[in-house]
């Protein structure tokens, strides 16, 4: 998401991804929490736990009223839960990269909110669904996080290479489902190049 809000800004956007040990982390740890509540929009990866999120979400809004929160990820879904919890201001719904670089937009030169697929945002306490986003068939049209040097690999013991995205099923068990989005692949050409990158950057890489 970083890689792709980067090509499409330029300099016009200054975007650190932070990581932390834990939900509580970005509470109890002073020296971040006072960077976080400095920025002008925070985005929260889900995977897990909207509930904490939410929490999070709330304790950051009440020590700076004016910072935007978006939450993006796979179980980010309009629901009965979220719905009450006035603490996001953004949903990004599906694939993210292309929904948060226009909302970056958005919020840089006031741009059309409701021109935003993909997106669900809260405006004067109504809670509005945009038109859905339709995923891009060809993902080589992303940029490389590795290769765009958006990771310093030396700083983690494990990391990801994601070859495909989608599924060809939809289970009614997966937390995914609901988005049914067809199964694509990246090249080889870029998995490799991927590849090669991580086999040639090892430090602390299992």
Known sequence: IKAYA???????????????????????????????????????????NLSKLADIAYHLKKQNKNLKIVIGGPIARVDSFIKPKNYFDYIALGEGEE??????????Y??????????????????????QRIPLSNLNLLPSPYLNNVFNLKEFTECYLEDARGCHFSC???????????????????????????????SHIS
């Open 99 to 108: 929904t948060f670089a226009e909302l970056l937009h958005h919020l840089i």
């Open 110 to 131: 006031n741009s059309n909110l409701n021109e935003i697929h993909g997106l669900a945002y809260f405006d004067k306490n109504r809670f509005i669904i945009n038109q």
């Open 172 to 202: 009614n068990y997966c937390a995914c489902s609901h988005y049914a989005i067809k199964h694509r692949n990246f090249s080889l050409t870029r998995v490799f190049k991927e590849l090669n990158y991580m086999l040639k950057n090892p």
């Open 6 to 48: 980067d090509q499409k800004l330029k300099k016009h956007v200054n975007i650190e991804i932070l990581y932390v040990k834990s939900y509580s982390d970005i509470i109890q740890n002073n020296q971040l929490n006072s960077k976080i509540i400095k920025v002008d929009l925070i985005g929260f990866s889900s995977y897990d």
